[in-house]
């Protein structure tokens, strides 16, 4: 049921490292900050998340565009630790910045709907993670049409498989890395409003699902939408089979461990071209 | 070890990459103290060689022999070791260090101590002409410089066989003939190299023996003369106005 | 020797000062600050040896550095030994934990290893917070101060030599990494992995030894820490945001080079006790306050001035030679 989410959140990096070939190490503080956003609408006008979620997809789509402006475009070619220390510097900035602002209190955002019970077999959802992962799944297939049939989703996808090649044809390749990031954070900012009411919100919120959403997106290949999709499914599925047998206390040990083990195993995801990370992307 | 005894020796070596194969049951020997040419259109499976023979690769079959003894599949470091140093068709050189470092580390490989490495370094880059550059970045140098300092650093590592890849490529003719120069003052010195080009002038003056390959088979090995006779090799490389050019 | 002395003046004079200042000064909030700053420029060191030296850039060093915490602390509140066998075991594990680093090194390049650590910095994160039967969960365990060298109970100026002792070896671990053999192959594994093993240099093996060496100095660190400070936290000693400090000291300071940890340590651990002090009596939030500082000097460094202060350092030097 997760899966839907989780791969709304994987999507937008896959796509970042795909076409930008920069591992984004803040893309989880853009989750939290979307769950803050969601909060305080909640909070101070009673918005539904599932409205707030309009807003938050064009109102991240500018912040992704300033935030590459400011940040990431300096760094596009630079080394591998530039990039490295960048992204894990503005991580530590929009957590702090967070923790300053709204302080580390654990804030909840309850609408009516998180408490009406739906049941399917013998498994119970609530309403909110049905509807959430509805919507974080029309957004992802949304995504993926958007790439495979729009003119801009083509230029995206040239400039992921050959940067230089890409420039050579015309391609300015400065406005598709600031568009692709632009969407990605869109992503995963609308991500965290869907998210907010199923999880307590804090600075350091975005953590557990930035390391979750790299397992979905090493899993299914860097790059590889399909791939984030599928591996979206698989992660939830294996997350709550793990809750079932190990307790919901030990279930992040899990999915980290999985990490490290898709790593080392299988790197290039189960639909990568094998030894992808070690040609050095 | 007599002067023509085999020093490498390749047995039926083949390399896949998923559906490709890279190099498809290659066979060879090369005699200590002669110069093997390896030539073949692009993508025949040349570089692809070099990586196995040098450790890089594990081939699906087949064996590579160093002076008689099984290297297959061992790692690079130890064949370098053992007295086969390689060099990168796209020049690696520690570009943050100095040239005479460069070198140093490569002699460090034989030597124990880093003053005794630093004078060998000293010698070594005294022999490829570098001197004057010994003190700079490797990253500033030029293209020509730099495949010197490919060639220097590998040196060092006093190899028995030096396998050079694409050497002369992007080279001025200044520069394409100082190295080689470089190569006959090794060669004539004792050392055994076996030479990927496609400068075929430049081969035909070094290569005692050369090795053709073509989808990653070899389909031809000989004598200059007669391979640049041999029709297949004409159709799958040299092209007609080479062998009337020779004529 | 004299030398070599001459030739790290910059070293010798920090050093130097930093063993001399406890005759002049009592201050125990300065000698405090004092000892902080050499625990941290040893921590950013140690860290230097795999990021720096090696190339194997880490963001998971708080795991050796907790291993280390709590090794020492539970040896003396749960088996009721001296916090140096404590560190001993510490080291042990961290070693091993090493080894594991190592292998991933070999196994991944860049980020991607730099992924690996975080998850196994934050595997141990909740490992240990959730062991409450051993570890005492996420209430950390407090450490009990006993006066002498055996328990670790020094006096603030007795921590003082501690931690500059502490200071001098990952200093010297660096150093020695300058001038030696393995230093020089190290370095070009840093350059150029695959150059390097063409040359004969064993890769893998050197990598995993600098991680694993440079676990073990964190872990001794960690140790030395946990009884400084009297409290091992959980979720602070196997924070991300600790792994990240160490490196960020680095890099101001200068990456890949002996002193940088400690000039970094310096500017950043000042800053700090100013903040903090400054800002004591305002509420909590402002703890956030030097955090975004530093990851916005982490962001701009990394960028405009990659040598860091030793780098700028040595370009004046040599501005004012060619003068």
Redesign the interface.
């Known amino acids: 049921m997760l899966g839907g989410i989780y791969a709304l959140i994987s999507i937008g990096l896959t796509l970042i490292f795909g076409i930008m070939r920069v591992?984004n190490?803040a893309h989880g503080e853009f989750l939290m900050l979307g769950m803050y956003l969601a909060f305080w609408a909640f909070f101070l006008f009673t918005a539904d998340p599932y409205f707030v979620v309009l807003v938050a997809m064009p109102l991240f789509f500018v912040v992704g565009l300033v935030v590459y402006g400011l940040?990431m475009r300096?760094?596009i070619h630079?080394s591998?630790?530039?990039?490295?220390?960048?992204t894990?510097?503005?991580?530590?900035?929009?957590?702090?910045?967070a923790?300053?602002?709204w302080?580390?209190d654990f804030r909840y955002v309850r609408p009516w709907h998180l408490s009406t019970v739906l049941r399917a077999g013998s498994t119970i959802f609530n309403l909110t993670q049905v509807v959430a992962s509805l919507i974080a799944i029309t957004l992802t297939l949304a995504l993926v049409a958007f790439m495979k049939w729009t003119h801009a989703g083509r230029v995206m996808r040239a400039t992921a498989q050959d940067r230089d090649a890409a420039t050579l044809m015309g391609i300015d390749t400065d406005r598709v890395y600031r568009l692709t990031f632009a969407i990605g954070i869109a992503a995963v900012g609308a991500a965290g409003v869907l998210v907010a009411p199923l999880y307590s919100v804090y600075?350091t919120a975005g953590?557990q699902f930035v390391?979750l959403s790299?397992v979905v997106v090493?899993l299914g290949g860097l790059g590889d939408m399909l791939g984030a999709m599928i591996g979206s499914l698989i992660v939830a599925a294996v997350e709550v089979a793990g809750s079932y047998v190990f307790g919901v206390?030990?279930k992040?040990?899990f999915y980290?461990?999985l990490?490290?083990l898709v790593?080392?195993f299988r790197?290039a995801g189960l639909f990568g071209q094998r030894g992808a990370?070690?040609l050095?992307v | 070890m007599s002067a023509r005894a085999p020093i490498l020796e390749l047995d039926r070596v083949t390399k896949r990459f998923g559906g490709l194969t890279a190099v498809s049951s290659a066979s060879f020997t090369v005699r200590a103290g002669e110069i093997l040419g390896i030539i073949g259109p692009n993508g025949a499976g040349k570089t692809t060689l070099f990586n196995v023979i040098?450790?890089?690769y594990r081939p699906e079959s087949g064996r590579v022999l160093f002076a008689g003894q099984d290297v297959t599949g061992q790692?690079?470091?130890s064949i370098?070791?053992l007295g086969l140093?390689?060099?990168?068709q796209l020049v690696?050189?520690?570009?943050?260090?100095s040239v005479i470092?460069n070198v140093?580390?490569?002699a460090?490989?034989?030597l124990?101590?880093?003053s005794s490495?630093r004078m060998e370094a000293e010698r070594v880059v005294e022999m490829c002409g570098l001197a004057a550059h010994a003190g700079g970045h490797a990253r500033t140098l030029p293209i020509g410089l730099r495949k010197r300092l490919e060639v220097a650093?590998?040196l060092?590592?006093r190899p028995r066989l030096l396998l050079l890849d694409e050497v002369m490529a992007g080279l001025n003719p200044t520069e394409l003939a100082g190295i080689i120069e470089l190569i006959r003052r090794l060669h004539a010195d004792g050392l055994t190299l076996i030479v990927i080009e496609h400068i075929m002038a430049a081969m035909m003056r070094l290569a005692q023996r050369i090795v053709v390959l073509h989808h990653g088979e070899v389909i031809a090995e000989g004598a200059p003369a007669a391979i640049t006779q041999d029709r297949r090799v004409v159709d799958a490389y040299l092209g007609e106005e080479f062998v009337l050019a020779q004529a | 020797m004299t030398g070599l002395l001459r030739a790290r003046r910059g070293a010798v004079v920090l050093f130097g000062l930093a063993a001399l200042v406890p005759i002049v000064v009592r201050d125990a909030y300065f000698l405090d600050s004092l000892v902080l700053i050499l625990l941290w420029g040893a921590l950013s060191a140690a860290w230097n040896v795999a990021g720096g030296y090696a190339g194997q850039?880490s963001?998971g060093h708080a795991s050796f550095f907790g291993i280390g915490a709590y090794s020492a602390a539970l040896m003396v509140t749960r088996f009721g030994r001296g916090p140096w066998l404590g560190m001993l075991v510490g080291v042990v594990i961290s070693i091993g934990a090493g080894f594991v680093i190592g292998?991933?090194s070999n196994?991944?390049?860049?980020?991607?290893f730099?992924?690996?650590t975080?998850?196994?910095s934050?595997?141990l994160l909740?490992?240990v917070s959730?062991w409450r039967g051993f570890t005492a969960g996420a209430e950390g365990i407090p450490v009990p101060f006993r006066p002498g060298f055996a328990t670790l109970g020094l006096s603030h100026v007795g921590w003082v030599y501690m931690a500059l002792a502490a200071a001098l070896v990952c200093y010297a671990v660096e150093v020695y990494l300058e001038?030696?053999?393995v230093g020089?192959?190290l370095?070009?594994v840093r350059?150029?992995e695959?150059?390097?093993?063409?040359?004969?240099?064993?890769?893998?093996r050197l990598k995993v030894g600098a991680v694993t060496f440079s676990a073990a100095l964190t872990s001794v660190c960690g140790s030395l820490w946990a009884q400084y400070i009297g409290f091992v936290d959980p979720t602070y000693v196997f924070s991300?945001?600790l792994s990240?400090r160490f490196?960020l000291n680095t890099?101001i300071g200068g990456?890949g080079t002996a002193l940088g940890p400690f000039l970094g340590s310096i500017l950043i651990t000042s800053l700090e006790t100013y903040l903090r002090a400054t800002f004591a009596g305002v509420?909590?939030?402002?703890?956030?306050?030097y955090?975004?500082v530093?990851?916005?000097?982490?962001?701009l460094v990394?960028?405009f001035v990659?040598e860091g202060l030793a780098g700028i350092a040595t370009r004046l030097r040599m501005k004012r030679a060619h003068a």
């Open positions: 591992v190490f940040v300096g760094v630079a591998h630790n530039v990039q490295i220390f960048t894990v510097g503005l991580s530590t900035v929009l957590q702090n910045i923790l300053v602002a302080s580390g600075p953590l390391l790299y090493v206390a030990w992040e040990i980290f461990l990490f490290i790593l080392v790197p990370e070690t050095g | 040098s450790g890089y790692p690079p470091h370098c070791r140093t390689r060099t990168f690696k050189p520690f570009g943050n260090l470092d140093m580390i490569g460090l490989t034989r124990p101590t880093v490495a650093r590998a060092a590592t | 850039v963001i292998f991933l196994r991944l390049k860049g980020p991607y730099a992924l690996s975080i998850a196994f934050q595997v909740i490992g959730r001038r030696s053999r020089y192959q370095a070009g350059e150029d695959d150059a390097a093993e063409a040359l004969g240099i064993p890769t893998r991300v945001d990240v490196a890099i990456m509420k909590a939030g402002f703890t956030g306050i955090l975004i530093y990851g916005t000097a982490l962001i990394v960028r990659p």
